[in-house]
Nanobody, 124 residues
Framework: QVQLVESGGGSVQAGDSLRLSCVGSGRSFSVYSMGWFRQAPGKEREFVGTMSSSGLRTFYADSVKGRFAISRDNAKNTVYLQMNSLKPEDTAVYYC?????????????????WGQGTQVTVSS
């Protein structure tokens, strides 16, 4: 079983930056797609971005494109979400997820393993 642990969340002001980390267990991390999702109070979980195992395929939600960037270091079993120019509407619990099929999917149901989430709060 794969375990994922997010960290790096916090409270910031609009315009600030944060870098989230997700560390995974298991020997197969390097062949999984890794996705980032977020969920705000009263809202459904929504797609943020995803990266294929190789890092060659990357997709982002329109709402974060140009501001957020995913990277990964397979040697460290870690994926990152760099968040720049944060806005209040980015406030949510952020989750990382692993997809064994390496589909770099935009839908939550494609992912097999999930972290516990880390809170990001952006004030105006």
């Amino acid at each position: 079983q794969v375990q994922l642990v997010e960290s790096g969340g916090g409270s910031v002001q609009a315009g600030d930056s944060l870098r989230l980390s997700c560390v995974g267990s298991g020997r197969s991390f390097s062949v999984y797609s890794m996705g980032w999702f977020r969920q705000a109070p009263g809202k459904e979980r929504e797609f943020v971005g995803t990266m294929s195992s190789s890092g060659l395929r990357t997709f982002y939600a329109d709402s974060v494109k140009g501001r957020f960037a995913i990277s990964r270091d397979n040697a460290k079993n870690t994926v990152y979400l760099q968040m720049n120019s944060l806005k209040p509407e980015d406030t949510a619990v952020y989750y990382c997820a692993a997809d064994r099929a390496n589909s770099a999917s935009l839908v939550p149901n494609s992912y097999d393993y999930w972290g516990q989430g880390t809170q990001v709060t952006v004030s105006s």
